[in-house]
């Protein structure tokens, strides 16, 4: 409700003192200088509020500017490459590709290429002739019986609950028509995911959707969930980018009855997952329950996805993958940068390693040990673009997943109102009328697009390089400027020797 009247007050009271003016030399007293002079003079004596009390009737207009100061920044000052946490220009990347707008861009790049950090790829001055049609990835190891072949370019993680049930239709419809999966979130699989769409099933600490009474997991139900025919593989989730060594959580607004349902729990409570799994509490304990996993879901792909927070402890699910032979079909790596619909906001800020940083080190260590042949690695935290996509596989990932750049698609204008069940475009509220306002016979077309010229720049991209297969996508070909001097990222991150952490473990 703030939202919704917040303009209406501040054009009242604008146009309030207008009338004021214009009439008070006419009729003296009207009764709306009489209301404000009444409205100034209580200020003058509360004590709750410094600056009304200071200024009784022009302060309001500090709060009304305040309220809508996320609108103006947005609109009238930022540039289009300061916006934060996505810029104006990868949103309009977005929005061009879903409305099958506009693709090029005039007059050069807006990028300081001479800024500290810019990264670019190599091009070869004999581009390879453009692939026919886009690669994918199959996802599954030896003890795998229901393998699974993947996009390059898919929906990452995001809840019925945190997202509104037309947004979820219309993410799995897209999915279903571009060929492309779509990850469920830990918030459990609804009517709304069953559209046709590839599923990827998020188990994570609360166990939404197959939990049992008091929180644990039930064996029983997750079985009936994993059975369905549109869900292809499972993923576990330890933690995520934006929230690592935290839970989920899901405001008491937006968890109503249905939603409550789904997930085993009562409505209208604020609901935060568990920061740990009860099923498991070790590396080992991670493989076992990944192999329980697999035969309760008979033979699928089966992975984990976390943030980094303590090297150590990936170190030794490494370590445990060798020694037991238990080995994950996939992981995916979150970064610190990676959003949510709500987290704390030190959390947020200062926990967990950065994307980067955090996949090169995944990978070198699934190298170092002997298992990057034998698992996927799959990643998700900004991925917007065709050279996003480049760089996460030179880097070493195999799939790249996004969630906020399926949300544009869907038309989310970067409100950042994810947490208060009023986003006014319908994407992450469970209030009626503005879900009704979001098109689920529109939407899932803009996904759809989305998905499909991204990778057809992906394709460009891959060709301008000299490529023709994915193996030629390596460190060699991205460049980063660092304290003005040009490292690939080999460079700049020695690939670790495969096997070579064997030995010494």
Known sequence: MREAIRFSLFTFFIAGLIVCTILWPVYGFSTLGVLIFTVGLYNIFQKKHTILRNYPVIGYMRYLLEM??????????????????????????????????????????????????????????????RLKEYPRVTVGGESCRQPYSASLFNISAMSYGSLSKNAVMALNLGARAGNFFHDTGEGGISEYHLKGGDLVYEIGTGYFGCRTIDGKFDAEKFKEK???????????????????????VLPAVKNTPEIAAIRGLKPYTTVISPPAHSAFHDAKGLLIFIQQLRELSRGKP????????????????????????????????????????????????????????????????????????????????????????????????????????????????????????????GITTHNP??????????KWKRVKNYQEQTLDDFMDLFSAAGCTQLEQLNRNLIYKKVDDKIFSYAELYPEVKEGSLLAGG
């Open 68 to 129: 809508i100061g996320p609108e103006l920044h947005q609109y009238f000052v930022e540039s289009n490459t300061d916006g934060k946490p996505i810029d104006r220009n990868h949103r309009a990347y977005v929005y061009e590709r879903a409305k099958l707008q506009n693709e090029t861009h005039p007059y050069g790049t807006e990028l300081d290429v001479n800024v500290e950090d810019f990264k670019w790829m190599q091009h070869s001055i004999y581009p390879a002739e």
């Open 226 to 248: 994993a059975a369905l025919p549109q869900v292809k593989m499972i993923e576990i989730k330890i933690s995520q980018g934006a929230k690592p060594g935290h839970g989920g």
């Open 302 to 425: 089966v992975g984990f996805k976390l943030a980094i927070g303590s090297k150590d402890e990936f170190r030794e699910i490494c370590r445990q993958m060798a020694a037991t032979g238990i080995c994950p079909d996939f992981i995916t790596v979150d970064g610190a940068e990676g959003g949510t619909g709500a987290a704390p906001i030190d959390f947020s800020n200062y926990v967990g390693m950065p994307w980067e940083n955090a996949l090169v080190f995944v990978t070198d260590m699934l190298n170092g040990y002997g298992l990057k042949r034998k698992i996927r690695v799959i990643t998700a935290t900004k991925i917007f673009t065709a050279f996003d996509i480049i760089k996460a596989l030179c880097i070493g990932a195999d799939i790249c997943n996004t969630a906020r750049g399926m949300m544009l698609a869907l038309g989310c204008i970067q409100a950042l109102r994810c947490d208060r069940n009023t986003c006014p475009t």
């Open 433 to 442: 009328r503005r879900v009704r306002g979001l098109s689920v016979q529109d």
